[in-house]
């Protein structure tokens, strides 16, 4: 079947006749947008047919199922890695390059669904790629926001957000499902029934409600003929607004109803690491999770009949405390549409749900007043209540008379609900998301979780999908490993150890480096074009892209930047290597302090970029409207990773591994993942700055930090720090950057990610950087040895890991012989 479609005849025939059929044009008078919704649909005829034996062979052999609950699905663009998964890729830019057309450009036409903000997100879509490639039966749960992630435009070196129309052209490979719609309650009272047999039962009266409509996305497996799913749910208003409703009074509930489907869904809320703690996102949050679960337990019904026997056929994966309403519904469906008793609903559902932890920042902790949560979902509330007085005798059984740990772990407390500890009290297992991260969390943040149920914590290190963020982002770098080592690194990224023997081999390094500067020629132009700015494509490309946040210390970058800059001022001579600091990154629309960060790298950019007396030594590129797209780009183009966040904060970090993968060498706080990839690399071929985190978390303890000090006692980060308000990068506003230099030196909590207590060990690190690539050897086996060390972040190996520890998942065989 896939041959015959693939066939480049074959292929080219069907394209044409879909441009005929969809818009009544030949490939002359066709536009790039209509050529690609052209070729979407002939690729989506392929793979409906391997999509539908899928879904077939899950009804037959009826896999346990994981429903990973997120939020966030950050996407990317699917054309280019749907090819690629279905081997095709190469066919299809042949037959595209017969017709005049060059594939990179149809690629071009897609729009970035942009359904998350950063590292959360982008991890879910990882991990739909590992599931659907390693062959296991799995379901992505989310939500069609119509606006995803802003479109960032730099304006005058502001961020401006303009809102992404994701959806304006139609998106090709989205299949819309009303049959297989939910009804989903919100509001109203609970009252108390007694059935005809004399059990109590609650029902939920006077609410408005919504339709839940299922938007299927088909999630390729890799040369596998498995396409897994990923369910994104838009709201519809359940009845169309009609005078019939109007005649029977409930015009009102009418009205309601549609004005509730209409905002529900618009738009993604863009904080990173923050929570803004708007009604709209627990309606938002609920909404998806009351649906997905619905839809769980009407499948598992369809083939069994005894619901105790959930646990065995399906696990809810709760991506942070976003979805954990969860645990509730999960309960309140069991118990009141399958009246089952309290002790049966709680061993499923505490059998059936898993939560994944993903930050230790106080800010990111979901916490929703009570008042609102009654309001909005009374009889889940009643649940929670139910939930927490029973985990609270728990607590007082194990620990009497001591009411700070009530205090300390009670679900509700001080009219909150935590969300946190509803996950924690329920899941069967807890993970964070990479080794430090999970230590932090046992024997800090969860503590006295971990004290009460040391079993259910577990750490599974993220990991990266080698698919798109090598084999599709780096093509030359991809046909390059293929070549040393064969192609088996697609779905075995360790095979890439092999790739140590070439390390020290001059040819291999040379022709590495070629590759590097090929794939910086490629970025180049993209600036060119994007930027206006020329960079030297001989010069260090030094990259720090991800979502803006003081924890991951952008502003230290550029203070160092400004620093260097002072540096070749005052001594023109000194041996500094040229170099193009590059930054991507947006900033939530409501963050001012990440915004003036941006403002702020902006103007040093004009300011050093246009000093025509420093011989273009140093530059700085700012690259708006970072996004999956670019950055598969970007990753491939860049020497330097810059993963610099203040150690303990950055649970992870994936932007890390994508890097490492590309062949660039880090330069890094022992943060997060990196002390994982420091480990599998090894010391020579890492740069390692600043304090540790056990040193951080001290300081925190102590509060006996103070930043002033390296403001006084060492006058070149003072002459820095001067610069932010003598106007020498904000000539027409000295004022302008007062806030970060306040932020540094005088706020209540200065310096709060140790900035300046770190500066001299990055410069020093940054100073090795300079001097290390000058010897273009030793760079290059470093930069191999990256790649070779890379295998662990796959997150195939993670998936493994939930699989194994957590899932439990069968693996699935699709046999393509009938399609
Ligand atoms: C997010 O992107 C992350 C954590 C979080 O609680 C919320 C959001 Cl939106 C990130 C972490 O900051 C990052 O370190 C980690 O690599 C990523 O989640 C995936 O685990």
């Given at each position: 079947m896939r041959d015959n479609v693939f066939n480049k005849k074959v292929f080219i025939k069907s394209v044409k006749e879909n441009l005929m059929t969809q818009y009544r044009k030949d490939l002359s008078t066709a536009s790039n947008q209509e050529i690609f919704q052209a070729v979407c649909i002939s690729v989506k005829d392929v793979i409906m047919d391997e999509w539908l034996a899928t879904q077939q062979t899950f009804a037959r052999e009826q896999p346990k199922t994981v429903y990973y609950l997120s939020m966030e699905f950050l996407m990317g663009r699917a054309l280019g890695n749907i090819l690629l998964n279905l081997s095709a890729y190469d066919e299809v830019a042949e037959a595209l390059q017969e017709l005049g057309l060059d594939i990179n450009a149809i690629e071009d036409e897609e729009p970035d669904p942009a359904l998350g903000n950063g590292g959360l997100g982008r991890l879910a879509a990882c991990f739909l790629d590992s599931l659907a490639t390693l062959g296991y039966a799995a379901c992505g749960c989310g939500i069609r926001y119509r606006y995803g992630m802003f479109k960032q435009q730099i304006i005058d070196g502001f961020q401006i957000e303009v809102p992404d129309n994701w959806l304006e052209h139609g998106y090709p490979f989205e299949l819309r499902r009303p049959e297989y719609r939910y009804e989903v309650k919100f509001g109203g009272h609970v009252e108390q029934e007694v059935d005809e047999n004399g059990k109590l039962s609650f029902v939920q009266k006077d609410y408005r409600s919504v339709w839940a409509i299922p938007h299927d996305m088909p999630i390729v497996g890799y040369k596998n003929n498995l396409i897994d799913t990923l369910i994104i749910w838009d709201a519809e208003a359940k009845e169309v607004f009609s005078l019939d409703s109007f005649d029977k009074g409930d015009y009102q509930k009418a009205v309601e109803e549609e004005m509730l489907a209409r905002n529900?869904?618009?738009?993604?809320?863009?904080?990173d690491n923050h929570v803004a703690g708007k009604e709209l996102r627990l309606k938002q949050q609920y909404f998806f999770v009351s649906a997905s679960i619905q839809r769980a337990i009407e499948r598992f019904k369809q083939k069994n009949d005894n619901l105790m026997d959930m646990p065995k056929k399906i696990v809810f994966q709760m991506?942070?405390?976003?979805?954990?309403?969860a645990v509730a519904e999960l309960m309140r469906i069991l118990l009141d549409d399958e009246h089952l008793e309290w002790d049966e609903a709680w061993e499923i559902t505490t059998h059936c749900v898993a939560y994944t932890n993903h930050t230790i920042m106080a800010e990111a902790l979901e916490k929703w007043p009570i008042e609102i949560f009654e309001r909005l979902l009374p009889r889940v509330y009643q649940i929670i209540d139910e939930i927490n007085r029973r985990f609270v005798l728990e607590v007082q059984a194990r620990y009497?008379?001591?009411?700070e740990k009530i205090r300390k772990m009670a679900i509700l407390y001080d009219g909150q609900v935590r969300m946190a500890h509803l996950a924690i009290v329920a899941g069967y297992s807890i993970n964070g998301v990479a080794k430090l991260h999970t230590e932090i969390l046992k024997k800090q943040e969860l503590r006295d979780f971990y004290e009460m149920f040391p079993d259910k914590f577990n750490n599974k290190t993220n990991g990266i999908t080698q698919r798109r963020f090598l084999g599709h982002g780096n093509r030359l770098l991809a046909k390059w490993v293929t070549d040393k080592?064969?192609?088996?690194?697609?779905?075995?990224?360790?095979?890439?150890?092999?790739l140590t023997d070439y390390a020290d081999n001059p040819k291999a390094q040379e022709e590495f480096m070629e590759i590097k500067h090929k794939n910086k020629v490629r970025l180049a132009k993209y600036i060119k074009e994007h930027n206006g700015i020329d960079v030297d494509t001989n010069s260090i490309f030094d990259v720090q892209v991800k979502r803006l946040h003081e924890y991951k210390r952008q502003l230290l970058n550029i203070l160092h930047v400004m620093y260097l800059y002072n540096v070749i001022k005052e001594n023109p001579d000194v041996d500094i290597y040229p170099r193009t600091f590059i930054f991507g990154a947006k900033a939530a629309a409501g963050y001012e302090t990440a915004k003036k960060t941006i403002k702020l790298i902006n103007n040093v950019a004009e300011v050093i970029n246009n000093d025509s007396s420093i011989n273009g030594k140093i530059k700085v590129v700012f690259i708006e409207d970072y996004k999956v797209s670019n950055a598969e780009m970007i990753f491939a183009a860049a020497d330097v990773s810059e993963q610099?966040?203040?150690?303990?904060?950055?649970?992870?970090?994936?932007g890390n591994m994508k890097f490492m993968l590309n062949g660039a060498i880090t330069l890094g706080t022992l943060d997060g993942a990196n002390v994982e990839m420091y480990d599998e690399v090894g010391a020579d071929n890492i740069f390692i700055f600043g304090m540790s985190a056990d040193e951080v978390i001290e300081h925190e303890k102590r509060h006996d930090y103070n930043p002033i000090d390296y403001y006084n006692n060492d006058p070149q980060i003072k002459k820095v720090l001067n610069q932010l308000i003598d106007g020498t990068y904000s000539a027409n506003d000295r004022e302008l950057f007062r806030t970060l230099y306040n932020a540094l030196l005088h706020d209540k909590e200065a310096d709060k990610y140790f900035i300046l207590a770190d500066f001299r060990s990055y410069a020093k690190a940054q100073q090795k950087v300079n001097r290390y690539y000058q010897d273009k050897n030793s760079w290059a086996k470093s930069a191999i040895l990256n790649v070779a060390n890379a295998g662990k972040f796959s997150s195939d190996r993670t998936i493994q890991e939930y699989v194994d520890d957590i899932w439990h998942l069968d693996k699935v065989k699709i046999d393509n012989t009938g399609a």
């Open positions: 529900l869904v618009d738009v993604l809320y863009p904080n991506n942070d405390t976003h979805p954990t309403v009497p008379g001591n009411d080592v064969g192609d088996k690194w697609y779905t075995d990224l360790s095979v890439l150890k092999e610099i966040s203040t150690a303990s904060k950055e649970a992870s970090g994936t």
